[in-house]
């Protein structure tokens, strides 16, 4: 069955510092890719949507900046958080699918922890 | 699915009951809808879809019904068992796509607890 795997699954950062998270489709090719933010006791909230070889949609409220958001091939899309604060410690989770009539496959998604 | 940023309703009972889990969604012009299961510090785990043009479907243990008139799945369990005690979330998508290239939103979720 069609794997996605997400790396790192935990990072601990510093205040300022960037940190980018991996999200590579193993055994298909992903046109669409989501990213997903998560905190405690809370559901999935989608942060933007990436499809191969253009720019990233992002939801409302999702500052492009700070989450970017890049997606140059068809097995590999990657979040940087730039200049990560303590609010901005989550668990990120990316979902990749292979086309429209394709369902969606999760990674096991990144703890993020910004100290 | 209508997700808000509460904490999750919970839902407790004893092995070998039924469960039912509910869910509400808002936009009308989602056309197919997931049942996941999420264990703590993992990503989502598919259970079983449903699309618009059917009203019920069934999985290993698990049933699906979908009322499109009032917007409302619910996820039934049959015989829990402890290995169910996760959260479990409905997801919606328009999976026709367009320009939203069938991104899924989630439901709340519900924080199912199966004592032995």
């Known amino acids: 069955g069609a794997v996605v795997s997400q790396h790192p699954s935990r990072v601990i950062c510093k205040s300022g510092t960037s940190v980018k998270i991996e999200c590579r489709s193993l055994?298909?090719?992903?046109?669409?890719m989501f990213w997903y933010r998560q905190f405690p006791k809370q559901s999935l909230m989608l942060m933007a949507t990436?499809?191969?070889?253009?720019?990233?949609?992002?939801e409302q409220g999702v500052e492009k900046d700070k989450f970017l958001i890049n997606h140059a091939s068809l097995t590999l899309s990657t979040l940087t958080v730039t200049s990560a604060h303590p609010e901005d410690s989550s668990f990120y989770i990316c979902?990749?699918?292979?086309?429209?009539?394709?369902?969606?496959?999760f990674g096991s998604g990144t703890r993020l922890t910004v100290v | 699915g209508e997700s808000v940023g509460l904490h999750l309703p919970t839902l407790s009972v004893q092995e070998g009951d039924n469960s039912i889990i509910n869910c509400a969604y808002s936009?009308?012009?989602?056309?197919?809808f997931i049942w996941y299961k999420q264990e703590s510090g993992k990503g989502p785990q598919f259970i079983i879809d449903?699309?618009?043009?059917?009203d019920k479907r069934q999985g290993q243990r698990v049933t699906v019904l979908l009322n499109k008139t009032v917007k409302h799945l619910s996820l039934q369990i049959a015989a829990t068992q402890p290995g169910d005690s996760a959260v479990y979330f409905c997801?919606?998508?328009?999976?026709?796509?367009?320009?939203?290239?069938?991104?899924?939103?989630f439901g709340q979720g519900t924080i199912l607890t199966v004592h032995p």
């Open positions: 055994d298909f090719q992903a046109t669409t």
């Open positions: 997801a919606d998508s328009d999976n026709a796509g367009g320009t939203s290239y069938g991104k899924l939103t």
């Open positions: 990436s499809n191969e070889g253009s720019k990233a949609t992002y």
């Open positions: 936009n009308s012009a989602s056309d197919y």
């Open positions: 979902s990749a699918r292979q086309g429209p009539n394709y369902g969606y496959t």
């Open positions: 449903i699309r618009s043009n059917m």
